[in-house]
Structures are given as C-alpha cells and as structure tokens.
C-alpha cells in the first residue's frame, strides 16, 4: 500500500512539477500533504507509526543520500577557496542558532534546560533540498549557493555529537560517552574519504575500467560501501556520506559527471519517500495535542533564531543584504531534525512525546514555508527583475495612452476638407 501511495503521489508530483517550478506549489509540500491525508489517524490508507521501522530507515537513508550528492556539487578547492562564509555560518550561526532556539523552548515551551538544548540541537541543523529552487537557480550568486549547500552538509555531522550528549544529560546518564562520539566521527570521515578514493584508484588502473552504460552506478557503489562501512563500524553515517561526496568531487570529476544527474534523481526520490512517511505521522489529533506554547515556539524557532544567529554571525562579513536575508531566512528543517526526533523518541526519555512533537511540527512549518518561497526568493537574483513591477505596469500603461491620443488625433487630421492633407495648397 506504502508502495502503491507512493506511485501515485509521484506521478501527480511529476505532471505538475512545471508548474511547481514556476510558481509557489511545492512537490515536496504535495508529498508531506498526501501523506498527512493518507496517514492511519487521517484516513487510515497508511498504517505507520514513529516506532515503525520503515519511518527511521527511511529518513536516514534518504539523508545519507542527500548529502552524498550536496558533497559531490563541492570539491576540496571550493572550500578551501570559499570558507570564510561557510565558516561563519558553521563556527557563529550553528552555536548561536542551538543557544536561540534552546532558550525560545525554555521560556516559551516550558521545557527544562536539559531539554531545551537538546531540541535546539536537533533543530539547529539545516537542509537545502527544501529550498531548491534557490539552491539550484544560477541567476543566484554563487557564494550564496555554496554557502547553503557547505553549511547544510557539514552541520548536521557537527550537530549529531550535542544532540547525542544532550541526550544522555536529559536521560539523567553520568556516562556522555564522548569517547565514543570522536570514535564515530573520525570513522565516518575515515571511510568518506579512504572509500572513494580505493574505488578511483582502481578504476584508473590498466586492469579495470568502467563501460559507459556502467560508469553512473560507480557513484552508487561507492555510496552504498560507504554506507554500508559506517553501519559496520559505528562510523557517523552523514560525515561519511559529505566527505565522500567531496573526496568524489575533488579527485573523480568524471566520476562525479557520470553519476551526477543520476544521483540527484536518486535522492530525489528517497527524499520524496521520506517525506510522505513523515506526513503520515502527523494528523490533526497529532497537531492538537500541542499546547498554543508549542505553536508559537514553532514559529519562533524558524522566524527568530536563525535569522538572529545569522544577522549576528554575517556583521562586517561583506555579504550584501539581498543575499544575507536570504541565507537568514532559508534555514528549513529536513532530514536531519526528523532523524534525530527519532532517536529521542526512542530513548525513552521523560519528554521524549513533547520533544518530538515540537520537532514535528517545527519541520511541518518549515516545509510547508520555506518550499513554498523558495522560488520567490530566487526570481529577487534574477537582473531582469531588478526594475519593480509597478514600474513596468506603469510605463506601459503611460505608453497605451499616449498611442491612443494619437490615434485619435489621425481620424481628425485627415478629415476632408483639410487642404493640407489633400496634397495641394490653398491656391491651387
């Protein structure tokens, strides 16, 4: 049933997608949409609950595959060259957003402080693929693409060691098991970049040599061992996934040119899946058991901390307005947020349901408002729009009348009797 939703969503997102991508409507919106209507508490087609195994699996597959491909758009020389930016975000916003949004849940949510971090670094993370239209439209400056995607891609790895400490503090655990964190995240960045590297090297080799029908699913296999690698070793799955992503980009460009339209589609899709799994949990039952405090620290959490924590880490950075108020406002929730709701919801912690449904939600909104905006953002980069539109109504309007006072004059002017008119002077 899953599977059969799942075709015809994908089928409806596909004949609309021309439309989407001109106007506010949203593929990613349709697939959160249908899945809220299809979801056992709505209509009960799906029967999936934040405990099923699919839903996790799902949305950390989905994760890893996104990031895989946001690491391939970028290569070493890219980040060394363009850091001081991402830098910033990463080093100021990402601390700044975690403190924010820790306190707007303290005093507006209610949640203890132990809590109240650990939700700020669940939320802190932000994910591109909902804003894609401005990610992906060249019209935008490139330091302002590179910038979201670099900050969207490392974050939820630098994210990922709060949110598991903070559980453990929340959780009433004298162990933070840090030794443990920097085992996973070295792991993950050994295997990200040791992986792809084996695989290019043998590729160029004289004995082996990829056919042009197999070349695209070099960059799956890659993937698959590197996601393979880190559920073996405990490594950090989403590092692993970037620095491959990276380590592909920096030394395989043709690897990276075969596999990239492909790959995209791939991850396209699994983020789609993941989206309509993740609109099935939620319901109107689901929304109406969070107090009014929860609504507006959702709001808050999306329209104040990180457009704060990025005025703060953007000052004297000499980005230009335009682009700054973009960078502050597109930092949607993703996979990531979803991913890490999860692991608290199977902690077992005290507040492990209210955490969960402040994240939820707190997601819901960002999709549903940062996918939808995302292309009237962008048209604000393009130079053919420069001019405001009431400018062009108004010269046009300025140029119908004054081309309809001169057809009305020529019917006057070429009256009979006009002798001026006729070709010959009074005295002829």
């Known amino acids: 049933m899953l599977l059969l939703c799942f075709a015809v969503v994908l089928l409806a997102a596909v004949l609309v997608s021309a439309l989407a991508h001109r106007t506010i409507l949203s593929t990613a919106a349709l697939f959160l949409v249908a899945g809220f209507v299809?979801?056992?508490?709505?209509?009960?087609?799906?029967?999936?609950?934040?405990?099923?195994?699919?839903?996790?699996?799902?949305?950390?597959?989905?994760?890893?595959?996104?990031?895989?491909?946001?690491?391939?758009?970028?290569?070493?020389?890219?980040?060394?060259?363009?850091?001081r930016l991402?830098?910033?975000?990463?080093?100021?916003?990402?601390?700044?957003?975690?403190?924010?949004?820790?306190?707007?849940?303290?005093?507006?949510?209610?949640?203890?402080?132990?809590?109240a971090l650990l939700i700020g670094a669940i939320l802190a993370p932000t994910d591109p693929v909902f804003a894609a239209a401005l990610v992906g439209n060249d019209k935008v400056p490139a330091r302002l693409r590179h910038l979201l995607n670099v900050e969207s891609g490392v974050n939820d790895g630098l994210a990922l060691p709060f949110v598991v400490v903070l559980l453990a503090v929340a959780a009433g655990s004298d162990d933070l098991h840090l030794g443990e964190l920097a085992?996973?995240?070295?792991?993950?960045?050994?295997?990200?970049v040791l992986v792809p590297l084996a695989a290019i090297a043998?590729?160029?080799?004289?004995?082996?040599?990829?056919?042009?029908?197999?070349?695209?699913?070099?960059?799956?296999?890659?993937g698959l061992l590197v996601l393979a690698l880190g559920k073996a070793t405990h490594g950090n799955l989403f590092l692993a996934a970037f620095a491959a992503g990276i380590t592909v980009a920096t030394f395989g460009p043709r690897q990276r040119a075969t596999f990239e339209h492909f790959g995209e589609n791939v991850a396209e899709l699994l983020k789609l899946a993941a989206l309509l799994v993740f609109g099935a949990l939620i319901s109107v039952?689901?929304?109406?058991?969070?107090?009014?405090?929860?609504?507006?620290?959702?709001?808050?959490?999306?329209?104040?901390?990180?457009?704060?924590?990025?005025?703060?880490?953007?000052l004297r950075s000499g980005l230009g307005l335009r682009e700054q108020a973009a960078a502050m406002w597109f930092g949607p929730k993703g996979f990531a947020s979803v991913v890490y709701g999860l692991l608290v919801l199977e902690s077992g912690i005290a507040a492990a349901d209210e955490v969960f449904h402040l994240v939820a939600l707190t997601i819901v909104i960002s999709i549903m408002a940062h996918s939808s905006t995302d292309v009237l953002v962008a048209r604000a980069f393009d130079e053919g729009r420069e001019t405001p539109n009431w400018h062009g109504v108004l010269r046009r309007a300025r140029r119908r009348g004054r081309d309809s006072a001169v057809e009305a004059a020529l019917p006057l002017a070429n009256q009979p009797g006009d002798e001026r008119d006729q070709g010959t002077s009074p005295t002829c």
């Not at 299809?38 to 996104?66: K, M, N, W």
């Not at 085992?183 to 990200?192: D, F, N, R």
């Not at 959490?301 to 953007?314: D, K, Q």
């Open 285 to 314: 039952q689901f929304l109406g058991e969070i107090s009014w405090a929860g609504w507006v620290f959702a709001v808050l959490a999306i329209v104040v901390a990180r457009p704060v924590a990025l005025g703060i880490s953007f």
């Open 38 to 83: 299809l979801g056992e508490d709505t209509t009960g087609v799906l029967h999936l609950r934040a405990d099923s195994p699919i839903v996790a699996q799902l949305a950390e597959l989905a994760l890893f595959a996104v990031l895989f491909t946001d690491g391939m758009r970028v290569g070493w020389a890219d980040l060394r060259s363009a850091w």
């Open 202 to 222: 043998l590729e160029r080799t004289r004995w082996f040599a990829a056919s042009a029908a197999y070349a695209p699913l070099n960059g799956v296999a890659i």
């Open 86 to 115: 991402p830098g910033r975000a990463l080093g100021w916003g990402l601390p700044l957003t975690l403190l924010i949004t820790a306190a707007l849940a303290h005093y507006i949510a209610g949640l203890d402080w132990p809590e």
């Open 183 to 192: 085992t996973e995240l070295a792991l993950g960045l050994l295997i990200g």
